[in-house]
């Protein structure tokens, strides 16, 4: 366990200011260890009855938790529910006129929805879709810009019991392709083109892309909303304009009474090996989960202005834009751009423009921000900030104090909340009215989430040591199983190691005395980029589908902004290139790579050999990559190696 031990001593700690304390969702300390311990002396009848207070049923559920198919645990599984319904239209005998949604596009101009109008526009494109036959149990995917449609279209797959599968704007034909087939879509929902920081991004011709060659012969229609004056290509008979689909529609389409378990959404993840995963999320209990976290670690208030500046094509976009803020009833922000466009000001101006209360982002944009203007924020009217939030990635605590200090003014709590895809919500965060909080460390799990840290036999581990984050009992948001894959779920996430028993996050942690935890990192081969996770066996089959390649393996190395930066080492068909030609060729595979999965995937640096580091029974040593990409020395143990010297043109060349 040697390898996962922090090094990190960090002695600060901010409790929670007395006003902040007095108006909390969950007051002090006690009130927290109150819902703690409730959970684990009644574990069923502390989420039983969060489910019944906080969610509308259209028939109630007689059972908490089926654990007979374990791990395929099964919650509430003989309630009915619509997600819809919760998100939008029990809010409207109180709040119609509420705003919803604030929709900044990417060149200034705001649109406020109210959630009437957010309801009609969700019901015609839900007829819409009825309309071409879509209905419960299809499949459907998103590959959508940052604007209000996309949550429009979502809501509407949730309403008529279709299941969407998101797929993030930045990714290739070719991602957009294996997706579509996985899932078996039957359409595809686009936009002729996005903005992002003043620049068209081709999405219709990149699902056209993905399309060809009849490559997804589920998908019947593509539906394309009309962003920008651009005449994409098209196909006949395939393809429909969101406006025609939906004109004449009515607003008003009832929402289907749907079974708990029945899959809401499936979302693809990058895992270790092969391709990536795709996590199929149940209707209720992820609900409840997305609704409860942002409820509590967002200590919700009626009149907040929330906003997470994640895109809905990954999970913090799913809990915390399309459901869990509309499922509370929220008035939130969506934005189409860039932190950085027209300037790094951008965020600052915003929140000042909308009186943001509730601020949610991710480390690797309050690093790039800090860079480009650590003082920018002093610059703008920042006062109606009282919380923020960081996911994705550990937040370094220099990072922390600069978003504690210069943009919350000391006055806001920094809720560090630590979860994944597979937990669908927060799973190990600060209450911020109950915890002192601690720049680095996301604190304690929530009420209900059974979070500890074991060795490789799964026995605890002593505070200050480090080991495998897992959770010890199933949990309503958790993820139900791999889609068209059990198998690779229960050996991904329910391993026999530990007995098949506890969830198994694939990250490290430790404890402090108080119990914290921090967050080390992953213990399996996935990078985390920008704070997304990106599987080097995903980028090592792109590199090695380019004729020139014979061989690649691919490591992360620590980056100021990024957090991590991609490093593949690459053996060619050809002999090892050098000077100019290696240049050459190192820039065309960057593209290949950022061609084939999408920029984020792009390595920084190639290196070239004429082999790779093995073992004698052919292992690629990775570790002993890690240590050249990061310019370290090697002092690891390499006897076992079959080629020692290869290690030494490795570290000359790049
Ligand atoms: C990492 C994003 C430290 C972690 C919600 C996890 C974090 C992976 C934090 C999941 C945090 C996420 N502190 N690490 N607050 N939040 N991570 O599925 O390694 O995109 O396993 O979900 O991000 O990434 P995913």
Not at 68 to 76: G, H, L
């Amino acid at each position: 366990m040697s390898g996962i031990e922090s090094v990190l001593k960090e002695t600060r700690r901010f409790p929670p200011a007395a006003s902040f304390v007095e108006h909390a969702t969950v007051p002090g300390r006690e009130a927290y260890n109150v819902l703690c311990d409730k959970a684990v002396n009644d574990y069923e009848g502390f989420w039983g009855e969060l489910a019944r207070e906080l969610l509308h049923w259209q028939k109630p559920f007689s059972r908490v938790l089926d654990s007979s198919q374990a791990p395929f645990f099964r919650w509430f599984d003989d309630g009915e529910l619509n997600a819809s319904y919760n998100c939008i239209d029990r809010h409207l005998p109180h709040k119609a006129n509420k705003t919803a949604i604030i929709f900044e596009a990417d060149d200034g101009q705001v649109e406020h929805i109210s959630y009437q109008q957010l309801h009609d526009r969700v019901a015609r494109f839900a007829n819409g879709l009825l309309s071409l036959g879509i209905g419960r149990g299809d499949r459907v995917v998103i590959y959508m810009p940052m604007v209000p449609d996309a949550v429009v279209a979502m809501q509407a797959c949730a309403r008529i019991g279709a299941i969407h599968s998101v797929v993030f704007g930045g990714f290739s034909a070719g991602a957009v392709r294996d997706r579509v087939q996985d899932a078996g879509a039957k359409a595809v929902i686009t936009a002729n083109e996005g903005l992002r920081g003043g620049k068209s991004v081709p999405l219709k011709a990149t699902v056209d892309d993905a399309l060809a060659d009849a490559a997804c012969p589920t998908v019947q229609h593509v539906i394309v909303l009309q962003r920008t004056p651009a005449q994409p290509a098209w196909q006949p008979g395939r393809d429909l304009w969101w406006h025609e689909l939906t004109q004449g529609q009515a607003d008003h389409c009832p929402p289907v009474a749907m079974n708990a378990e029945d899959p809401l959404f499936i979302l693809y993840t990058s895992g270790s090996t092969g391709k990536p995963k795709g996590i199929q999320h149940s209707t209720a209990g992820y609900l409840l989960g997305a609704l409860n976290s942002y409820r509590w670690i967002f200590d919700a208030k009626e009149n907040d202005v929330f906003w997470c500046t994640a895109d809905v094509g990954w999970i913090t976009g799913h809990s915390y834009v399309a459901y869990g803020p509309l499922a509370f009833g929220a008035t939130q922000i969506i934005f189409e751009g860039v932190p950085t466009y027209p300037d790094a000001g951008r965020f600052w101006q915003m929140i000042e423009r909308h009186k943001v209360s509730i601020f949610y982002t991710a480390p690797t944009a309050i690093r790039s921000l800090i860079k480009l203007g650590a003082k920018l924020p002093q610059q703008y009217d920042l006062s109606s900030l009282r919380l923020l939030g960081s996911v994705g990635e550990p937040i370094n605590p220099e990072a922390w104090m600069w978003y504690y200090e210069v943009v919350g003014g000391s006055r806001c709590p920094i809720v560090d909340t630590w979860w994944q895809t597979e937990t669908g919500s927060h799973m190990i965060a600060p209450m911020p009215g109950s915890l002192d909080i601690k720049p680095g460390s996301c604190t304690l799990p929530l009420p209900g989430i059974l979070a500890d840290i074991v060795d490789e036999a799964g026995a605890p581990v002593e505070p200050g040591k480090g080991g495998f984050l897992v959770i010890k009992k199933p949990f309503p948001s958790l993820v139900r199983t791999i889609w068209n894959d059990p198998d690779r779920f229960k050996k991904t996430y329910f391993p026999d190691e530990f007995n098949g028993e506890y969830y198994l996050a694939g990250d490290s942690a430790n404890r402090d005395e108080d119990g914290y935890f921090w967050i080390l990192g992953r213990v399996d081969d996935v990078l985390n980029v920008s704070g997304h996770r990106l599987g080097t066996m995903e980028i090592e089959s792109s590199l090695v589908a380019n004729p020139l390649v014979a061989e690649a393996a691919v490591v992360g190395k620590p980056h100021d902004i990024k957090g991590e930066a991609v490093v593949a080492f690459v053996v060619l068909k050809d002999a090892r290139p050098e000077g100019e030609e290696a240049r050459r060729i190192a820039a065309e595979l960057k593209n290949w790579v950022a061609h084939e999965i999408g920029k984020i995937a792009q390595p920084d640096e190639i290196r070239f050999g004429d082999n790779l580091p093995k073992t004698r029974s052919g292992k690629i040593m990775r570790r002993l990559l890690r240590a050249i990409a990061k310019g370290e020395a090697i002092t690891q143990d390499v006897s076992t190696l079959e080629n020692p010297q290869i290690l030494d043109q490795l570290q000359q060349t790049q």
